[in-house]
Structures are given as structure tokens and as C-alpha cells.
């Protein structure tokens, strides 16, 4: 079964296209035989590989002739072999007229055999004879599709070739679907048979895993896939190719539902089916996979031994799977193209039959499929308590995605006409919704949920602004949420308990801001509140956490620290997962941040990462854990793991702020590669987000935003950048502000350098007034804090001195504070502009050029595109020699190098794609796998020619293969 999409890569086969060839021909001793048949079901790609094969079969010199088999039975005896030689002759010129009359006496000799009384051996001698003279010495291979249909003669004569009783080097390779062969098919005999000798192998051609259906399918549609269609496509594909390709390109052309083709497809396949085994596929389709056995036996109501026997044909004729935990369809299609088949009254009445059947298991956990089965047998009334009930199973086990779905569920339900009253209250289904789809990272939805509840009066007023104040501060709108609890504060008829809720909250929103003193200040006052609040855990560990994070920032680091590692211990106590969850994100913060301990800090983060993870909070918290990592890894130079851990948490797809911390973190990694698309991508993403944002994001954001446009020369909108930054005035984070105002600093320095842009002084003054604003207020910051934003400033200074005849020794403390806290991407800029300074002033050059090699190998190693342009921009200029291996004596050293060190130069990522590149990838493919933009993929590329001094793809994969890597 061919798809039409001719372009479609061949995915998920690399290793049995390399396996068949060493089979048939690599492998193969001199006058031997071999065989492989490749069995699988329709579509999973039989004869796509029995192109690719044989396309690899001729470039290796092997004599190469196809046919198929047609579905008529014994009508036509040899007719694949007869269809391959004519295939043959059509394609043979003039100049092999020698091969060409070999192949025409065969022909003919067929065309003239009379059926004479030497019988079936003599015919199948001559074949074999004239199949030498056609090969010529060559190996030959027949290559022959749908098996399962060949005729007597073909069987006959594959057995007498591969027995080796023909004088001829002959190789075989066959298709065969699999589930034609049923009962008593004679190809099963043939194929026991063959399996008996050495050199024959049966291969199962399986469908495709997850991640190269998603490759197919984005080659297909011409783009990665979104999460959701990916996930579509996989689940009802079910990994075979010509489905998932049928698939794709109905997306890819914005045709809904399924197409003819599979629907008749399927369909047929169905209709082929013995009477009972077509009942056990649509009893199946109806249920919710896996279909236990007991199960299955009570809703078709079929003796057990006819239920078994029309199991095994269904599995048989590859549409049921069979496993320990019960039944389940090849492909979630069939269940689409059945359900249009049986009537309504039907459909309902399999549906009536699993409800019953479930209800009356006992100590069972079947309430997701007790509501699912009630619901589409049309009795919402019986539903609607399975619903809830699994709602609150999925609650319990912390599943808050699944329990936001059972309580959608649930609120439909409610809402259905049922012919009576429904004892539920809608307030508290609300209510439940609301709060799983805030948890399960559905921030706008359970803002929406929220609002139909307050109109229907489901709550107190106080509570109502509490609750609001949480979905927005999750969605983003930090300003809007501030108000929301400062309302609680000032609202005199809120009790106790919920001012000590708001008070710790907002403390903890504060924290978030930049806001540390303010954040401090609410915590203590929660505190206080909650000491007179029975059962206030919560309160205490979100204030604690704020108030531990405010104290480390401002006055005692390592009593801070002992504060919030308390009420980590104090949530872990708990159990309730968001206060782990805060207690966690704060102390990493606080760690990898301000503190600059940032080996424990990434680890912490990790570590929560994970407990949050286990918790349920995945696509929320663990996002934002895992941002944290990235950052703290970023900074001290790990960039390609790094880049593996925002990977793996933006398959979570978060949204509000777990995506701004998410998109924040990438983009660090794209301004410092130098993808400068994606890079403005995401700065655009998390600008949208942010709306009511606080400084905390927003200096970040423009602090990036001036980087990214002063690699692209654009000094101008690094100024813009840097000014509309300025104005956010209210977070104590002098580490931020002062990076920003360096960013600032930098834009002018660099307009003066570059002469484009004249340097605006006004803003000059601005900024070294803001550098003292900060360096005053950093005074009142633990040592710490005080050790980071000393850096920053000692890199204004040196931007300042580039405004003034360029001092070197200002860049040379610079190299020192960032040497001394251990992050190697400021170091190396630093080391980069005091080689500049040097060289401008004509002294000490071998000291600039030491500075230079040291700023090219960490850039290098780093895979800072941009910085280690602007690196070999300035050697060029300077006549200075980047690599050690130009100095002299450098050639001997370079050839007595191992071949392990010709990849040594390369980063981890780099090497990953580097093995993807000598895979014959391209470089969308190459993204595609590794889960990062194709534009990302060609830095990396880029950057690997350059560390390896070659020119292209070929000569880097030729390296990557010398080195043992193949």
C-alpha cells in the first residue's frame, strides 16, 4: 500500500535498510544464497523499503529485478518472475545487448515450454540457468511485493533457489502482509520451511514509535507539529506510515474528519472479518481501551471458546492488539470509521451493556468509564455521579489535568436535560473546575470558570477576591492580582483566616515582583495572622518562604536560607503539593540568583522539578523549576544542557507565568547563540504574556531586547530598550536593574565604536547616575548580592572607559569578578575588549592575543556564535592566531593529536548534531529530533565547521565517521 506523498522521508528504518543489505549482499559469501521476507500489516511500509533496499542493492553492483504478485490465485504461473525480467529488458540500452538477449531467450524459453514429461524440476533447472547467464557474475537479488498472493511455480522455485540447487549467487527479498495469512495460506508451509536455513531471516516490520511519527508527520505537513495534532495523528495512526502520511496531509490541507481512502480502507478490512470477530471490533471500539477479557465477554455475550476463537481472528487480521491488561484496536481510526456504522439505537445499547457490566464489578475503580459509558448510552442523570466521583480519584492521586476534564465533565452533564431535577450543586462543580484547570495550568479557563461563579453567587466575596487574585498572579497579571489582595486587607468582614491567606499570597506575589522589603513586610504580618489560625500550614509555608528569600537578600544569607529550608521541611510535612511546590521554586530561585550558589541551585531545582512532577504539577510548577535549572546552568556555562532541560519542560506546553520564566530562560540561550529569529520570537511571546507584569520580568525582558539588537548593530532599539527599563522603578533587585543598566552602557559604547549611531550623552549621564543609585543600594544587600552586582558594575565602568580612550585595566578587574563567580560568558566578553584596549593602545599585543585565544575557546565552547564572531573579527584584524595549532609547532602537535580529539573541541549538543548530520539529516530534521528550532540547528552547524576547519557537511561527517562514531 503506497501513500501518494512522494517526498516523505524514509523514518524509523535505518537500521533494517543496513541490516538487509549486509543480508543480501555485504555479508554474503561467494556462490551462497539468502533471503529476507519482510511481514506486516497493510500500510506499515513494505514496499517503501523494498524501494530503498534496492535501490542500495544496485549501488553496492548487485543485478537487481522486481515484480509483484497478483491476487488471482494460481492463474499465472511465475508471474512475478515474468514481470521482473520484462521490467528489465525495457530498461536495458543498446550497449548491453549481450544481457539484453539473455534476458529474451528466457522469456522466450517460457513463451515455448509445453508442459513436456521432465516436469516442474527441468523448468525449474532452465530458470535457473538462464537467471547465470543474465547475471553475468553480479549478485542477483529478485525483489518480489505481496507475497502472500504468488502462485505455485514462484513458491516452488523460491525453494529450489534458496536450497542452493541452482548454480547461481542468488539473493531473495519479499513482502508479505501479514494478516493474509490465515489458516491453512500455503505460503506459511513455504515460509517454515525457509526459516530452517541459515541465511533466510522473517523480519516483522513494525509500526512506527512516537517520536518518528511525529517526524513523518511535520515532513509531511512542511512543519513541526503543534503538541496537540501530534498527539492526534499518533493515537489514531498507531504508528503505520501510510496512515500517519494520510493524516498529515490532511492537515497539511485543512481538510477535517477522515478521508475516503482510509475510511474504505478500514472498512474493507472490517468487512473481511468471520460474523462473531466483527461484533468483538465493534464492541471494542465502543469501549475505553484496554477492554479486559470479563469485560469484553459480558457486552458481545458470546460462549467463551466462540469468544476466543473470534478474538484470535480479529488479532489474526492485525485490528486488535492482545495484551496481559486486556484488548485494544491497532489503530483508533477503526473506531471513527465504526462508529458511523451501526445506528444510533445500537450504539447506545453497547454503551448500556458496559455501564451494566461495570456497575456490577465490585471494588473496581471504573468511574471515568462508568460516566464515559452512561453519558453515550444517553443517561446523564447516572453519569453525572461516576463523574464526580472520578474527578475527585484524580484529585486524590494529585492527576489534576484528569481531574479538570472529569469536572468539565461533570458541569455538561449537569447542564444536560435529563426529564428531572439533578440533586448536585452547580456552584461547588464550579467551583471544583475552577480550581483543577488552575492547577492543571488552564489559567485563562479557570478564570472563566470563576467569573460564571461569582455570578451565580457561589461564594463569599472575600474568598471570590482571594481565589481571583491566585488565577491571575498564575496567569501573569501581577498588577491585577496585587489589587485583589490588597481588597482582602482592607475589607473588614474578611475573616481571620482569609486575611492570613491574602497577607501570605500577596507576600509571596511581592517576592515574585523584585519587591523584597514589601514581600518581607507581608510576610511577617501573615505570620502574625496566621499564629491565631488553626490548621494554617499554607500561610505559614508561603510566608516563610518569602520572608526567609527577603532576609537572605537584604541582611543574613545564611539565616535566610535556614528560614526557607524550614518551611520546605515544614511543606514536605504537609504533603499538599503547592506549598512543596513553593518552597522548592523559591529557595532555587534564591540559590542560583541572588545568592550565586548556583551548582546547588540547579540541583535543587532538578530535584523539585521532579517531586512537583510526581505530584502533578508537571505542565505548572515543574515548568517553572526547570526554567530555574536552565538559568542557573546558563550561567555557568553549561549551554547545551541547558538547552535539553528547556526542551524537555516545553512539552509541557505551559501557559501565563510558568511560560514567561520558560520563554525568558530560551531565550538567554537564542540571544547567546546568536538565533536571533527565535530569540525575537520569544521575547514577542512573553511580551503578550506580560501585560500587568512586574520589573522582575518585564528589566529581563528589555534587558534581552537590548542584547539581541546590539548584535544585529542595531544600537538605537538597544537604547529604547534600556530607557523604557529604567522607568521600572519598584523591585529591590539591584542585580537585574544594574545588568540592565550595563546593557544600556554597552549600546552607547558601541554606537561610539561603530560611528552609526551618535551616542546620546543625556542617556550616558542617566545611566551612570542609575550605576551609583545601584551601587548605594547594593551597600544594604547581604555580601552576596553585593559580589553579582559588583560585577555588573565593574563592567559599567569599563564601557564608560570605552566612551574615554578604552582603559584595559578596567576591562582586566572586570575579567577578575567574573572569573571569581564562575560565569564564563561575561568573563570571556570582558578578556575580549581588554585585548581590544590593548591593542589600540600598540602594547602588550602577545598579552592581547593570549586574552584573545582564551575569549575564542570558552565562546567556542559555549557556542556563543555572535561573541566568537566579533572574537575572530579582532584577530583577523590584529594578525593574531585564534587556534594554537597555527602557532608554530603547531602542525606536529595537530598530527599527533588522538582521533578522539578532533570531536574533544565540540560541546555536547554540538555532537549530538553533528552524528544526526553525518546521518544524511537535514537541518529541519535535525531540529525536529532534538526539539529545537531549524535556525538553532544551523548555528550549530555553523559553529561545527568552524571548530573543525571544514567547508561542508561531507567533510564534517567524514571526521565524525574517522573518528569511530559511525
Given amino acids: 500500500m503506497a501513500s501518494d506523498v512522494d517526498t516523505a522521508p524514509l523514518v524509523g528504518r535505518a537500521d533494517l535498510l543496513r541490516e538487509v543489505r549486509s543480508a543480501l549482499l555485504d555479508d554474503l559469501a561467494q556462490g551462497h544464497t539468502a533471503a529476507v521476507f519482510l511481514t506486516g500489516e497493510s500500510g506499515v511500509g513494505k514496499t517503501r523499503l523494498l524501494r530503498e533496499v534496492s535501490a542500495r542493492l544496485r549501488e553496492g553492483g548487485a543485478l537487481v529485478l522486481t515484480g509483484s504478485c497478483l491476487d488471482i490465485g494460481d492463474a499465472s504461473p ?18 548491453q545487448a549481450r544481457t539484453s538477449s539473455a534476458v529474451r531467450g528466457l522469456l522466450q524459453m517460457f513463451a515455448d515450454e509445453t508442459g513436456g514429461p521432465d516436469g516442474a524440476g527441468a523448468l525449474l533447472e532452465r530458470v535457473s540457468r538462464g537467471l547465470h547467464l543474465i547475471a553475468e557474475g553480479r549478485p542477483l537479488v529478485l525483489v518480489l511485493d505481496d507475497l502472500q498472493w504468488v502462485d505455485r511455480s514462484t513458491r516452488q522455485l523460491l525453494l529450489y533457489l534458496l536450497a542452493g540447487l541452482g548454480d547461481l549467487q542468488l539473493s531473495v527479498l519479499a513482502a508479505v502482509r501479514a494478516e493474509s495469512l490465515q489458516g491453512a495460506h500455503p505460503l506459511r508451509r513455504v515460509l517454515t520451511e525457509l526459516r530452517r536455513l541459515r541465511t533466510v531471516r522473517v523480519r516483522d516490520l513494525m509500526p512506527l514509535d512516537r517520536a518518528d511519527t511525529e517526524q513523518l508527520a511535520a515532513a509531511v505537513v512542511g512543519r513541526p507539529l503543534a503538541a496537540e495534532a501530534a498527539e492526534q495523528v499518533w493515537r489514531r495512526s498507531g504508528g503505520n506510515p501510510f496512515v500517519i502520511e494520510e493524516l498529515a496531509r490532511d492537515l497539511r490541507d485543512g481538510r477535517d474528519g477522515l478521508s475516503d481512502t482510509l475510511r474504505e480502507i478500514f472498512l474493507a478490512r472490517v468487512d473481511a472479518l468471520p460474523q462473531h470477530a466483527h461484533a468483538v471490533v465493534h464492541a471494542v471500539a465502543a469501549g475505553v481501551e484496554p477492554v479486559d477479557h470479563w469485560l469484553l465477554a459480558q457486552v458481545v455475550r458470546l460462549p467463551e471458546q466462540e469468544l476466543i476463537e473470534a478474538v484470535r481472528a480479529a488479532v489474526a487480521h492485525r485490528l486488535l492488539v492482545s495484551a496481559d491488561d486486556g484488548y485494544r484496536l491497532r489503530h483508533r481510526l477503526v473506531a471513527e470509521v465504526l462508529v458511523d456504522e451501526l445506528l444510533p439505537a445500537e450504539r447506545s445499547g453497547l454503551h448500556r451493556r458496559y455501564a451494566e457490566a461495570l456497575t456490577s464489578a465490585e471494588a473496581e475503580l471504573h468511574q471515568a468509564r462508568l460516566a464515559h459509558h452512561w453519558r453515550l448510552a444517553g443517561e446523564p442523570a447516572r453519569a453525572l455521579p461516576a463523574a464526580m466521583a472520578a474527578a475527585q480519584e484524580a484529585e486524590r492521586l494529585h492527576g489534576y489535568t484528569e481531574a479538570h476534564r472529569h469536572w468539565s465533565a461533570a458541569l455538561q452533564l449537569a447542564d444536560a436535560p435529563t426529564g428531572g431535577p439533578l440533586e448536585v450543586d452547580r456552584a461547588e462543580l464550579l467551583g471544583h473546575a475552577a480550581e483543577a484547570a488552575h492547577h492543571s495550568g488552564e489559567h485563562a479557563r479557570a478564570l472563566a470558570l470563576l467569573e460564571e461563579l461569582a455570578r451565580d453567587n457561589g461564594m463569599s ?94 541582611e543574613d544569607p545564611d539565616a535566610g536560607l535556614a528560614v526557607m529550608r524550614r518551611a520546605l521541611a515544614t511543606a514536605e ?66 549551554w547545551a544542557e541547558a538547552e535539553k532541560v528547556v526542551a524537555a519542560a516545553l512539552r509541557h506546553r505551559p501557559s501565563g507565568a510558568d511560560a514567561v520564566e ?47 539588537a546590539m548584535w544585529q548593530g542595531r544600537h538605537d532599539l538597544a537604547r529604547q530598550a534600556v530607557q523604557r527599563g529604567l522607568t521600572e522603578i519598584r523591585s529591590d533587585d539591584v542585580g537585574i536593574l544594574a545588568a540592565l543598566v550595563w546593557h544600556g552602557l554597552r549600546a552607547e559604547a558601541e554606537a561610539h565604536a561603530s560611528r552609526t549611531v551618535a551616542v546620546d550623552e543625556t542617556a550616558v549621564r542617566r545611566l551612570r547616575d542609575v550605576a551609583d543609585r545601584v551601587a548605594r543600594k547594593s551597600e544594604k544587600a547581604a555580601r552576596p548580592v553585593r559580589d553579582v552586582v559588583d560585577g555588573f558594575l565593574a563592567l559599567c565602568a569599563a564601557e564608560v572607559g570605552r566612551l574615554n580612550g578604552n582603559d584595559p585595566e578596567l576591562w582586566a578587574r572586570s575579567v577578575v569578578e567574573w572569573e571569581r563567580r564562575n560565569h564564563p560568558y561575561p568573563a570571556a566578553y570582558s578578556r575580549l575588549r581588554q585585548a581590544e584596549a590593548l591593542l589600540a593602545r600598540r602594547s602588550r599585543v602577545a598579552t592581547a592575543g593570549k586574552l584573545l585565544r582564551e575569549a575564542y575557546q570558552v565562546a567556542q565552547g559555549l557556542g556563543a556564535v555572535p561573541l566568537t564572531s566579533e572574537i575572530k573579527t579582532l584577530a583577523v584584524r590584529a594578525r593574531v592566531a585564534l587556534d594554537e595549532r597555527e602557532q608554530p609547532g603547531g602542525r606536529d602537535a595537530t598530527e599527533s593529536r588522538s582521533a578522539d580529539d578532533e570531536l574533544a573541541v565540540l560541546t555536547a549538543r554540538e555532537r549530538e548534531v553533528l552524528a544526526a548530520v553525518a546521518e544524511g539529516l537535514t537541518n529541519k530534521e535535525i531540529g525536529q529530533r532534538l526539539f529545537i528550532s531549524e535556525r538553532t540547528i544551523g548555528v550549530h552547524v555553523s559553529h561545527i565547521f568552524d571548530k573543525l576547519q571544514v567547508r561542508t557537511r561531507v567533510q564534517a561527517s567524514a571526521i565524525y565517521l574517522r573518528n569511530g562514531r559511525g
Fill in 78 to 95: 511465475l508471474h512475478p518472475l515474468l514481470q521482473a525480467l520484462r521490467r528489465f529488458d525495457a530498461e536495458l540500452t543498446a550497449a
Fill in 461 to 554: 466575596s472575600c474568598a471570590l477576591h482571594i481565589r481571583r487574585a491566585r488565577y491571575l498572579a498564575a496567569a501573569g497579571r501581577s498588577a491585577l492580582a496585587e489589587t485583589e489582595y490588597e481588597r482582602v486587607l482592607e475589607a473588614p468582614d474578611c475573616t481571620p483566616r482569609e486575611r492570613a491567606t491574602a497577607a501570605a499570597h500577596l507576600a509571596e506575589l511581592l517576592l515574585h515582583l523584585g519587591r523584597y522589603a514589601d514581600a518581607g513586610q507581608r510576610a511577617r504580618e501573615a505570620l502574625d495572622l496566621a499564629a491565631v489560625v488553626e490548621g494554617s500550614t499554607t500561610e505559614v509555608v508561603l510566608a516563610s518562604s518569602a520572608l526567609g528569600f527577603s532576609e537572605a537578600y537584604l
Fill in 573 to 638: 510535612r504537609s504533603g499538599r503539593p503547592e506549598d512543596v511546590a513553593f518552597a522548592y521554586l523559591h529557595l532555587a530561585e534564591l540559590l542560583t540568583g541572588p545568592l550565586n550558589i548556583l551548582e546547588e541551585g540547579v540541583v535543587v531545582a532538578r530535584r523539585g522539578a521532579e517531586r512537583v512532577a510526581e505530584l502533578g504539577l508537571g505542565r505548572t510548577w515543574e515548568t517553572r523549576l526547570l526554567a530555574i535549572a536552565t538559568n542557573g546552568l546558563f550561567r555557568v556555562g553549561q
Fill in 662 to 708: 520558560l520563554l525568558l530562560a530560551r531565550c538567554r540561550l537564542s540571544v547567546g547563540y546568536g538565533d536571533i529569529e527565535a530569540a525575537d520570537r520569544d521575547l514577542d511571546s512573553v511580551a503578550t504574556v506580560l501585560a500587568g507584569g512586574g520589573a522582575r520580568h518585564v528589566i529581563p525582558l528589555l534587558t534581552l531586547r537590548a542584547g539581541l
